[in-house]
């Protein structure tokens, strides 16, 4: 943490296939652990999780007070030790990766020297429209060829 870092940090939480479900801005000079639950917060509007639904965070939130956060929620802990190499493997960590590294694509948001909240929301929503959109494009094919595709029988 480089307490004289300018620019964002954008914790978000994503679904198995890369969409972003909720994300909380946030000024790049603070720690991850306190946005946890304002990022849980941002799924209520979905509705109610799966039972035992998993979260895979990163060593930054391996603490006590983490696991105490997500077993109140019924949310199961998947995080990287602290101290201990993991591959990005290692847990279901590297899905929200992707999806930091799709919002990165849009290079406004690497390099976002804006001040206005209102200004950095929007650049975030619409990098958030632009991956959904892409994410059901291609899905959509990859359904479409398969249900298409030349029946394999003689």
């Known amino acids: 943490m480089d307490r004289g870092k300018g620019g ?5 939480a994503v679904d198995a296939c890369g969409i972003p479900l909720g994300i909380i801005i946030a000024p790049a000079n603070r720690h991850d652990s306190p946005l946890l639950a304002d990022t849980l917060d941002t799924l209520q509007r979905l509705g109610e999780l799966p039972d035992q639904a998993s979260v895979h965070l990163d060593r930054a939130y391996d603490s006590k007070t ?5 077993a109140t929620r019924g949310l199961r802990a998947g995080i990287s030790e602290k101290g201990k190499p993991a591959p990005v493997t290692a847990t ?5 990766e992707r999806t930091s590294s799709w ?7 690497v390099w976002c020297t804006e001040k206005r909240g209102r ?3 929007f650049w975030v ?6 991956i959904i959109v892409r994410r059901t494009i291609r899905e959509a ?3 479409y060829r398969w249900e298409t595709r030349p029946s394999r029988r003689p």
Request: hydrophobic share 45%; no cysteine.
């Open 8 to 12: 964002i940090k954008r914790s978000m």
């Open 66 to 70: 983490t696991r105490e956060k997500l």
């Open 141 to 143: 094919w990859a359904r």
């Open 119 to 121: 200004v950095i929301g």
């Open 92 to 96: 279901k960590r590297w899905v929200v």
């Open 125 to 130: 929503a619409f990098s958030e429209v632009i």
């Open 103 to 109: 919002q990165n694509a849009h290079k406004k948001l």
